[in-house]
């Protein structure tokens, strides 16, 4: 069982370039998220997907296209990098199940805008 | 909108000093709260998870409760170590739309 899954773990981008960062779960869980943290901060929300086939801005979404493919996986797009898209990105995942609910993280994406 | 802060933003104690962790959110309409640790440079480590219906937790040395009607949350850490010198997220779930908001986070720092 791995959990939430992020890939790549590190990546340097010129200016303008363009990249996707993968985010995959295998417990099944209905909603997933993307954030952002800069360095001292909080983690703040780029986008969500409450569920399949349904994808909702957060509090930083400039810049950031996401494509929820399927209910493993959510993807998060940098279209034309700048710097200050540089940052470490995290994945989420949250499952609700009988009133219950918890969230899970990835380990994170470092990424580096130059 | 749901906000949520954690006051204070740092803290310095000496070792063996109880920590006391405030986080505030404005809607009170969650399913539910979790506390988080994290390490420089690391990810999230979970600590806490208190469901909504539920108004403690614990965990050893951790204890976390959770008054929804007036939307606070504290994180109690007895008898700290310098081991705990960390960084301390809360994050609440929305109960409409699923949304998962973050406080900005206390860093705390144990002196041996």
């Known amino acids: 069982n791995a959990g939430v899954t992020q890939t790549p773990k590190f990546q340097v981008l010129k200016t303008g370039q363009s990249m996707t960062l993968q985010c995959a779960q295998d417990?099944?869980?209905?909603?997933m998220y993307w954030y952002r943290q800069d360095p001292g901060m909080g983690l703040r929300l780029i986008y969500y997907?409450?569920?399949?086939?349904?994808?909702d801005k957060g509090e930083v979404p400039n810049g950031y296209n996401v494509s929820r493919l399927n209910k493993r996986e959510f993807s998060l797009r940098l279209e034309s990098a700048a710097p200050s898209q540089t940052s470490v990105y995290f994945c989420?995942?949250?499952?609700?199940?009988?009133?219950?609910?918890?969230?899970?993280f990835g380990q994170g994406t470092r990424l580096t805008v130059v | 909108k749901q906000e949520v802060t954690q006051i204070p933003a740092a803290l310095s104690v000496p070792e063996g000093e109880n920590l006391v962790l405030n986080c505030s959110f404005t809607?009170?309409?969650?399913?539910?709260l979790q506390w988080f640790r994290q390490d420089p440079g690391k990810g999230l480590t979970s600590l806490l998870l208190?469901?909504?219906?539920?108004r403690e937790q614990t965990s050893g040395r951790l204890n976390a409760s959770l008054d929804k009607s007036s939307g606070r949350s504290t994180l109690y850490i007895a008898a700290s170590q310098p081991g705990d010198s960390a960084t301390y997220l809360c994050?609440?779930?929305?109960?409409?739309?699923?949304?998962?908001?973050f406080g900005g986070g206390t860093r705390v720092l144990v002196k041996p």
């Open positions: 989420a995942s949250t499952y609700m199940a009988g009133g219950l609910t918890e969230a899970f």
């Open positions: 417990m099944n869980h209905n909603s």
């Open positions: 997907s409450a569920s399949e086939g349904t994808t």
């Open positions: 809607d009170s309409a969650i399913y539910n």
């Open positions: 208190i469901q909504s219906s539920q």
């Open positions: 994050a609440v779930l929305k109960a409409a739309g699923n949304k998962l908001t």
